[in-house]
């Protein structure tokens, strides 16, 4: 059984859901179809990963009832701004063909406008206030971050999705999530980043790690389902990205099986505090600036 955990505002979400980042719009409906097939019953998109159409293809395809699934996406920066985030909700509903979202998320920091990023999450706090999504929550915040954006907000973010895997475990993060009430959810929580192509040659790929192989061996599962174990017994969500079905499947297949005490601390000194992918702290104007069709 997939886990579920509950939100700072008694939301429930299910602990693993399947990731679309880089999931090519012409292969993302059938990965959620077979996902949702599978048993997946969260799905993790984002304004700008260009596939919520195909996200909500997949929904309708599956036969599965709407009220099953949780979906979760995001706004992207060019959209922050009060009027322009409530604008993005519309979006993003059309494009996924829902009314309702569970979990609607800020998809980073904007450091070079941050109170763009704080009138963008107080246009969640509305959609919130009007039940037209469920959670609100941001993506890639640091504590400094937060920090700022509770002085300026009310509502505490029900979740922050960070990278997160055994190389950059980030477990000050963590325990600023915890003394707050925010839920730790992992994106590239497999490490994908460690070993995407063309993210950098010199990248050292947590999945060809040897101490995960040992725990993977010891156990008799694949390393994925270690790092996923790890991350369930610790109590966060993640979000494997697959669009292989035989991987959607292995990557659901990690409710059967437990990593001792020791295990999972062999895996949490693994961490090597250096994030693979990009600082928050760094405004990336060009990114920043792609715009988000229309519906
Ligand atoms: P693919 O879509 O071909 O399965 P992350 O979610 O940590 O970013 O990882 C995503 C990357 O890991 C993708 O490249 C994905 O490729 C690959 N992947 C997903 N599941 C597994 C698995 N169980 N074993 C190995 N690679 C996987």
């Known amino acids: 059984m997939n886990p579920t955990l509950t939100l700072n505002n008694g939301v429930t979400m299910p602990a693993i859901g399947l990731g679309v980042f880089q999931s090519e719009p012409a292969e993302t409906s059938q990965a959620v179809r077979t996902a949702l097939e599978t048993g997946y019953r969260h799905i993790d998109t984002a304004a700008a990963y260009g596939n919520e159409r195909q996200v909500g293809e997949g929904i309708a395809a599956s036969g599965v009832d709407r009220s099953e699934i949780f979906v979760e996406t995001k706004i992207w920066v060019s959209d922050y701004g009060f009027d322009q985030t409530l ?3 519309d979006k993003a509903t059309g494009k996924l063909g829902l009314e309702q979202i569970d979990l609607l998320i800020l998809h980073q920091p904007a450091t070079d406008r941050f109170p ?3 009138e963008s999450y107080r ?10 999504v469920r959670a609100i929550g941001v993506s890639n915040f640091t504590p400094r971050h937060l920090t700022d954006l509770f002085a300026a907000t009310e509502v505490v973010p029900a979740v922050n999705q960070v990278e997160l895997h055994p190389y950059f475990a980030q477990p000050e993060l963590q325990a600023f ?3 707050h009430g925010i839920l730790t959810q992992a994106w590239s929580p497999i490490g994908g980043i460690t070993f995407y192509p063309g993210w950098g040659e010199e990248r050292v790929s947590v999945m060809d790690d040897e101490t995960i192989a040992a725990v993977a061996k010891e156990h008799d599962r694949s390393p994925a389902q270690v790092m996923l174990r790890w991350h369930l017994q610790q109590g966060r969500s ?6 292989n079905p035989e991987r959607i499947a292995q990557n659901f297949a990690v409710f059967d099986f437990e990593l001792s005490a020791g295990e999972l601390a ?7 505090g250096v994030r ?5 702290d760094v405004p990336r104007p060009e990114r920043f600036a792609m715009v988000i069709p229309e519906a």
Do not use: M, N, Y
């Not at 246009?123 to 037209?132: D, M, P, S, T």
């Open 123 to 132: 246009a969640l706090e509305k959609l919130l206030a009007q039940g037209r």
């Open 177 to 179: 999530h915890a003394e």
């Open 266 to 272: 062999r895996i949490d000194a693994l961490d090597r």
């Open 87 to 89: 604008h993005a909700f």
């Open 276 to 280: 693979s992918g990009p600082d928050p």
């Open 116 to 118: 763009a990023t704080v």
């Open 238 to 243: 993640a979000i494997p990205k697959s669009t």
